[in-house]
Structures are given as C-alpha cells and as structure tokens.
C-alpha cells in the first residue's frame, strides 16, 4: 500500500481532503501529518520540525501539502507565495510533495458538487461555472443555508466532503482536476 502524508492549514482541512482523495485512490493510505501545526504556523519552524520527526517514523512516498490561496488565482503575489512556501519546505523533505492550492478556500469545491450539498442541506441553490471564481466560499455556503433548518458550518467539511463526489468535482472544478492529474503522476 503506498502512503502518503498529507498536511493542511486546519485539521478539517486534511480530513475533508483524505476523504475525498480516498474515494478515488483505495489502494493509498493518507496519513494526517503536523496535526498541531495549523494557520500560519504553516509558516514557522514549527512545521519543519513536526514534519522532520513524522517523515522519519513513517515510510511516506509523498506529501500533499494543502493552502488556500485566500484570492483568486489572478493574485499573482499570493501564488508566488504559497509557491515558494511549497518549494522551500518540499526541498527539506526530497521534493516529492504535491501541492493543492485551493482558490480562495476549500470550501469552494463544494460548489463543483452542489446538488450533493443541496440534497445534504435541504437547499436548492444553482450554480454553474467555475467554482475558483467564487470569493469567499466559506460565506455563500453559509448565507445559502441561513435560512434554512440545518446552517453550514466549516466544522461541517470532512462530513459534506464524505458525500462529494470526486469525479463531479474534477469535472466542475479546473485546478483540482490538473492536481488529481498530477497527483495520478505521482503515485504510479
């Protein structure tokens, strides 16, 4: 079984992407790495550290390594950013990683799937188009649900990404289906 390591901006963020992930992928197993690092201690010595002791206990062919881009990808500073970040912190562990950017957050996959969340949320909200186009994703899920007997919550995530469908999302949603490309790559 090949495994593969997988570090996020927030725990919900890893268990919602290795849910979907594991959905397409059965024969891989995704291990959570640097749980207690989250938010911008992505950016510190913290992770390097966490990841240093995780990479050396488990025999990991790879690392996803998940961000949100918090813009579109028209924001040119904040793509060469997380970039860097990727490469500076994938060069320490034998630039094998993977990296997911999310535009603007993750939570705008959902919307590559939204009969999914609809049928989930007893809601019937339309959308069609490119979902990376959405700002704030994280708040149209919410006002969608406002009004509605179950209100969506971030917490909600690795629960509503559970049901999402994988191939609906990839077919909706550009830059997960080029990561899902790359990543098929990577695991061969």
Request: aromatic share 10%; glycine share 4%; hydrophobic share 35%.
């Amino acid at each position: 079984m090949i495994k593969i390591g997988v570090v996020g901006e927030d725990p919900n963020d890893t268990s919602s992407v290795i849910s979907l992930l594991s959905k397409k992928y059965p024969y891989v197993q995704f291990r959570k790495l640097a749980k207690g690092v989250t938010g911008c201690q992505l950016d510190s010595r913290k992770l390097i550290t966490s990841l240093t002791i995780e990479v050396k206990r488990q025999q990991l062919k790879s690392i996803i390594y998940i961000r949100d881009l918090d813009g579109f990808d028209s924001e040119r500073a904040k793509l060469i950013k997380i970039s860097t970040w990727f490469t500076n912190l994938d060069n320490q562990f034998g630039r094998t990683g993977i990296l997911l950017t999310n535009i603007w957050e993750l939570e705008a996959l959902i919307f590559a799937d939204i009969s999914t969340f609809n049928t989930l949320y007893k809601v019937n909200h339309q959308f069609k188009g490119d979902p990376s186009k959405i700002k704030d994703p994280k708040q149209e899920l919410k006002k969608i649900t406002r009004n509605g007997s179950k209100k969506f919550h971030e917490s909600h995530c690795p629960q509503v990404f559970d049901q999402l469908d994988v191939n609906q999302i990839a077919k909706n949603c550009t830059y997960f289906n080029q990561f899902l490309i790359d990543f098929s790559k990577l695991i061969v």
